[in-house]
């Protein structure tokens, strides 16, 4: 299983899993980023930080301490 931190920018995944526990989770999850939505990476800064992605139509920035508890298939 890869997270999100390792999906190549220009693709779209659907999330299989939330890692993690606690604020983050509950951060993630209220940016609409659930079990089964699909994610699609716009952008990735050159050092990794931040992953831009669009969910259910909204444009986000995820730090990618964050997108490694995002789970992909």
């Known amino acids: 299983m890869k997270t999100l931190?390792?999906?190549?920018?220009?693709?779209t995944v659907k999330v299989a899993?939330?890692?993690g526990a606690g604020p983050v989770k509950r951060r993630i999850m209220d940016m609409g980023?659930?079990?089964g939505v699909e994610i699609y990476?716009?952008?990735?800064?050159p050092?990794?930080?931040?992953?831009e992605v669009t969910v259910r139509g909204y444009?986000?920035?995820?730090?990618k301490e964050?997108?490694?508890?995002?789970?992909?298939e």
């Open 17 to 19: 899993k939330l890692t």
């Open 5 to 11: 931190r390792e999906v190549a920018v220009g693709q």
């Open 33 to 35: 980023i659930t079990k």
């Open 41 to 45: 990476v716009r952008k990735v800064a």
């Open 59 to 63: 444009e986000l920035s995820l730090r």
């Open 47 to 51: 050092l990794g930080d931040p992953v």
């Open 66 to 72: 964050d997108a490694q508890m995002i789970e992909v």
